[in-house]
């Protein structure tokens, strides 16, 4: 079977992420959700519900008081706050496992999305932008192909390194060359597999192309500076490392100057080990 033909079949047998997360996303694309409605999702599940509220109570969140309810929670930080955390720990169970092809250790594609998830709400609050938790979910789901990628770069690796080595292409591009398929063209393919929206799937796909991204441009170039600081600050660097195109015209665009970008990293470098304590996650030497 040829790869591109392996990884459409795997697709349909990939785990899901928990379908309390796609319910969340769906109530708050309608802008139909409701404290009671988010409420009695979440309460269907008692560990998510759990492990929710820890994070809510995280020192990164920094409430002035400990709250013991989702509802609580929600008149606390905001609907669109809570469901971020949520997708936050549905993401999760995929996210830290170990990408050999990738050579990412255990945990550190799960702190870079999440990281990264965090740096694009920063962005996205700076940017006035209007669809935030579009924006936050979509920059922690965008290396979920990596996920299913995983096996199919190992198995090739040679062969993708000596075209970035040799040829001067992007990862990206070498993956698509190789393998047929590059990660954020899978995780794209995902996003529908799992019913987000189209608006999802079209951030997700071109989140290292986002001047390709028709109407979801502006929300697709925020994640996409998100993941390069994340890149820059050395958090879940593996194999693909900074091999990737960089795309000036997007900073020209976002009007972010060189050090509106250092500024950002400082900020956000004063949080990082609040946010390593709130996913329990061990700091990396480089971190």
Same mark, same amino acid.
């Given at each position: 079977?040829?790869? =591109? +033909?392996?990884?459409?079949?795997?697709?349909?047998?990939?785990?899901?992420?928990?379908?309390?997360?796609?319910?969340?996303?769906?109530?708050?694309?309608?802008?139909?959700?409701?404290?009671?409605?988010?409420?009695?999702?979440?309460?269907?599940?008692?560990?998510?519900?759990?492990?929710?509220?820890?994070?809510?109570?995280?020192?990164?969140?920094?409430?002035?008081?400990?709250?013991?309810?989702?509802?609580?929670?929600?008149?606390?930080?905001?609907?669109?706050?809570? =469901?971020?955390?949520?997708?936050?720990?549905?993401?999760?169970?995929?996210?830290?496992?170990? +990408?050999?092809?990738?050579?990412?250790?255990?945990?550190?594609?799960?702190?870079?999305?999440? #990281?990264?998830?965090?740096?694009?709400?920063?962005?996205?609050?700076?940017?006035?932008?209007?669809?935030?938790?579009?924006?936050?979910?979509?920059?922690?789901?965008?290396?979920?192909?990596?996920?299913?990628?995983?096996?199919? =770069?190992?198995?090739?690796?040679?062969?993708?390194?000596?075209?970035?080595?040799?040829?001067?292409?992007?990862?990206?591009?070498?993956?698509?060359?190789?393998?047929?398929?590059?990660?954020?063209?899978?995780?794209?393919?995902?996003?529908?597999?799992?019913?987000?929206?189209?608006?999802?799937?079209?951030?997700?796909?071109?989140?290292?192309?986002?001047?390709?991204?028709?109407?979801?441009?502006?929300?697709?170039?925020?994640?996409?500076?998100?993941?390069?600081?994340?890149?820059?600050?050395?958090?879940?660097?593996?194999?693909?490392?900074?091999?990737?195109?960089?795309?000036?015209?997007?900073?020209?665009?976002?009007?972010?100057?060189?050090?509106?970008?250092?500024?950002?990293? #400082?900020?956000?470098?004063?949080?990082?080990?609040?946010?390593?304590?709130?996913?329990?996650?061990?700091?990396?030497?480089?971190?």
């Amino acid at each position: 079977m040829k790869p =591109v +033909q392996e990884i459409l079949s795997e697709i349909k047998h990939f785990d899901p992420i928990p379908q309390i997360a796609v319910q969340c996303m769906e109530l708050i694309e309608s802008d139909k959700a409701s404290l009671q409605g988010i409420a009695d999702l979440v309460a269907y599940d008692p560990m998510i519900s759990a492990d929710l509220l820890r994070l809510c109570n995280s020192a990164y969140i920094g409430l002035a008081r400990h709250v013991e309810s989702v509802r609580e929670a929600v008149n606390y930080l905001g609907l669109n706050r809570v =469901v971020e955390l949520l997708m936050v720990q549905c993401g999760r169970s995929h996210l830290e496992k170990a +990408q050999a092809g990738y050579d990412l250790a255990r945990g550190e594609l799960w702190r870079h999305s999440a #990281a990264g998830a965090f740096i694009a709400r920063m962005l996205a609050e700076k940017r006035q932008a209007e669809k935030r938790h579009l924006i936050f979910t979509a920059a922690l789901l965008k290396d979920m192909g990596k996920v299913l990628m995983d096996h199919h =770069v190992h198995d090739d690796f040679i062969r993708i390194q000596r075209l970035v080595a040799e040829a001067g292409h992007s990862f990206r591009e070498a993956e698509k060359a190789v393998i047929g398929m590059d990660h954020a063209e899978l995780g794209g393919l995902l996003a529908r597999q799992w019913n987000f929206s189209p608006q999802m799937a079209a951030i997700i796909s071109h989140h290292h192309q986002p001047l390709a991204a028709g109407e979801m441009e502006l929300e697709t170039m925020l994640v996409y500076v998100a993941d390069t600081i994340c890149m820059m600050m050395g958090i879940g660097v593996g194999a693909d490392g900074l091999a990737y195109r960089f795309y000036r015209e997007v900073l020209e665009k976002l009007s972010l100057t060189a050090r509106d970008v250092q500024l950002i990293i #400082a900020e956000f470098g004063v949080h990082l080990n609040e946010i390593d304590k709130m996913l329990g996650i061990s700091p990396s030497p480089a971190a």
